[in-house]
């Protein structure tokens, strides 16, 4: 059994001759592992969950995860003394086993900023979850939180817009916003589409959304949508005196597709448009310099995550995603509703949200936050709570996430007894009269039901929604969770 | 009377609710100065979702502690402007924020005229749009019933 106190052959080999003869060394022989390495302010510094394969070392496998995640070959190389190796290592420098969970150890490991081109996403995902994630020795690793230091924060230019200016774009102050996904996802023609879009935002909604899987099929080609979809959004504009959008999803086959999508939609008006997150970074991080010189407010769907966010054990967390995202300049992000139908432990949730909107992200364990993070006045993310989300969670809601997010309910809209108008008049009302409620000092965590119920007598529409939904809920137990909440729970 | 759901316009915090009274409308102030906001009265004939400037009745109230000392002001700006729109705006200085926190609307007038879309044929099947304000279809002295 490895354990993190193992004390054979600790430490870096000092003297040269015997640390560059040729042949296998252990990694923490070649400085890769330095327990009393005191991390710099302008380090990056990553938390590695890992778990060992049998009779595997933890400090060793640590060892290894700074190696293979900076510069380390299996072998030695003559090389490196043409170099300033030293400063290049990674440095493994704390483990210890994650509570609860035998056989899985937490790695503090320490970047020099060197390493990273600046303003590179890219560049930085490629050392820390490049070859080291595919590394023999570990059965799985993930990468569980991320410091970014200052220094290099600051050469990322951020969200184009970010939460704020969005506000003050769209006029809309004081509440979430209010979103609907249009269904069916595929199979609308751009005349039926259209007409989603504008009862959605007649109907009191301030945004619509494209899928993530819609992009330019049989049934609807690109421009037929987007010409559709913003008659509906200049309709509705004129109908409520309110300014409304609809994220026009961007996301094509070439880089040439994407930027000529993304023009159409700006000579159309729209005020956003949309980018999944399988584009890939160098794609995001080129459009948000897009919209950042074209005044839009860039969506980013974070389809594909899944794959490698949800199991604890392997992977890499959507915290660290988030902030990876926030560096590279996304000004909407889906980070999970909690009480949706999609994976999502609330408090694991709230950490995300955290990363996106705050100035100065604390320590937080329980919400799965490991380190204090200084956004150096970046701008920030509005996240997005959307999958199985509908009127009667208002509450629930409003008080896990406050006013600074866009709740989107797509059948929660589409799908209501008397048509998408009234689906969205019961939401808008239920945002509104639990927003009031909140300010005027009630407790809206446990009176929400009949605050809800008592809006519902004056309104028709919400009254059906919570009729038909009002007792929908997604209870099922969330694979990624804080391992350090009141309840510690098993991983698999 | 316009033909969304609520027949009316739609913006700020709680167009979708009845009315709030005064002392609604206080508890909101109360809630902003807990949060050491500073509101302002603005008013304006033309509500066009981009007409950003509305004209302020007075300087934001920023040494205001009372919800009374508010409300005063808003009672002010009704009876000089009834048949205005009036919004009550709470400014938030915070480092990384520094916008506004809070918008609603507190008067409105008994007819309101709404928008119209104006669409203008462009190139092959585009469209260029413009959002209308009837209320701006009469000179600005002659607006507001004043």
Known sequence: MASPTDSANLGQITDKKKRYSAGVLKYRQMGYWDADYVPKDTDTICLFRITPQEGVDAIEAAAAVAGESSTATWTVVWTDRLTACDSYRAKAFKVEPVPNNPGQYFAWVAYDLVLFEEGSISNMTASLIGNVFSFKPLKAARLEDIRIPVAYVKTFRGPPTGLIVERERLDKFGRPLLGATTKPKLGLSGRNYGRVIYEGLKGGLDFMKDDENINSQPFMHWRDRFLYVMDGVNKASAATGEVKGSYLNVTGATMEDVYERAEFAKELGSVVIMLDLVLGWAAIQSMSNWCRKNDMILHMHRAGHGTYTRQKNHGVSFRVMTKWLRLAGVDHLHAGTAVGKLEGDPMTVQGYYNCCRDSYTKQDLPRGLFFDQDWADMRKVMPVASGGIHAGQMHQLLDLFGDDVVLQFGGGTIGHPAGIQAGAVANRVALECMVKARNEGKDIKNEGPQILRDAARSCTPLKQALDTWGEISFNYASTDTSDYAVTASPSN | ?146
């Open chain 2, 1 to 146: 009377m316009m033909t969304n759901p609520t027949g009316r316009i739609t913006q700020g915090q709680f167009s979708f609710l009845p009315d709030l009274t005064d002392a609604e409308i206080a508890l909101q102030i109360e809630y902003g100065l807990a949060r050491n906001y500073a509101w302002s009265v603005e008013y304006t004939d033309d509500p066009h979702p981009r007409n950003t400037y509305w004209e302020m009745y007075g300087m934001p109230m920023f040494d205001l502690k009372d919800a009374a000392g508010v409300i005063t002001e808003l009672q002010a700006c009704r009876s000089t402007f009834p048949e205005h729109y009036i919004r009550l705006v709470a400014f938030d200085s915070t480092r990384g924020i520094e916008s506004v926190a809070m918008s609603f609307i507190v008067n409105r007038p008994k007819q309101e005229p709404g928008f119209g879309l104006v669409r203008m044929e462009a190139r092959s099947r585009e469209i260029r749009y413009t959002v209308h304000s009837y209320a701006t279809d009469r000179p600005e002295n002659e607006r507001g019933g004043r």
